[in-house]
């Protein structure tokens, strides 16, 4: 489902391929600092990071969200066992990024696949559910079975705020990631959320105009810039943030 690390690993079976999770203290990543940084300077705290704390009792919550996911009939990993060590997962596919990069040619076929994982979160929101953090990473590519499917449902932010702000949240972080690993371009990436648009609850686009509406200003202030000088996660939210706001 993706690269093996000391955290994942890839183990052959007689029943097939299992990937086994073991916990691990939350990484500092330059994406949660910046994400932290716009939510602080906006006031918008339906952005605030809310990584796993880590550990085997984060291991075995994700466990848990995974098995109400599968039940509700969402497409993500089975969970064959866990223990106090780590979690057996099915294998679903290929990281969605890793097979983006195995067609740079055909952007045609990107696209469709993104505004599958688009189509699969709307799925995901109609059934009362938020992801937490559908960036494109966290989705994979069956080829066997031509469909999407979900990971790594590490952040449960349904505890933490009203749910159609959950979602809300979902979608935006989900078109910043479409924009790093896809396009930039403005069209296209309205039409990505055109797609989640018509079949998501309708109480969520308020909710997600009003978080883009307030990190509009961010905006504004980074087109101050050279582009030279914004490094590629603010550029990527730029362009989200420009394709949304034509919603507005």
């Known amino acids: 489902m993706g690269k093996t690390s000391k955290r994942i690993q890839r183990v052959e079976t007689d029943q097939g391929v299992v990937w086994k999770k073991y916990p691990e203290p939350p990484l500092e990543k330059t994406f ?8 602080k300077i906006t006031g918008a705290k339906i952005l605030c990071v809310t990584k796993s704390k880590g550990g085997i009792n984060a291991l075995h919550d994700e466990a848990d969200r995974l ?25 679903m596919g290929t990281a969605l990024p890793i097979h983006l990069r195995s067609i740079p040619d055909d952007q045609k076929e990107g ?9 699969g979160l709307a799925d995901i929101h109609q059934k009362d559910l938020a992801h937490g953090r559908p960036h494109l990473r966290d989705i994979v590519w069956s080829k066997k079975d031509q469909a999407i499917c979900f990971l790594d449902l590490e952040e449960n932010v349904m505890d933490l705020m009203p749910l159609n702000k959950a979602q809300a949240r979902d979608i935006w972080l989900f078109m910043g990631s479409t ?6 371009d403005i069209d296209i ?15 969520i686009e308020p909710v997600l105009l009003g ?24 550029k990527n939210i730029l362009a989200s943030q420009k394709a949304l706001e034509t919603y507005l």
């Open 32 to 39: 949660f600092v910046l994400q932290a940084w716009i939510a």
């Open 67 to 91: 098995r109400l996911f599968y039940d509700k009939g969402i497409r993500v990993p089975r969970v064959i066992d866990q223990d106090d060590e780590c979690i057996s997962m099915e294998d």
């Open 111 to 119: 696209i469709r696949l993104v505004k599958l994982a688009a189509q």
């Open 179 to 184: 924009a790093r690993y896809l396009t930039n």
């Open 189 to 203: 990436l309205t039409s990505i959320y055109e797609i989640y648009r018509k079949d998501a609850p309708d109480n």
């Open 211 to 234: 978080l883009v509406k307030a990190i509009r200003p961010f905006g504004w202030f980074a087109n101050t810039f050279p582009d030279s000088w914004l490094g590629s996660d603010i």
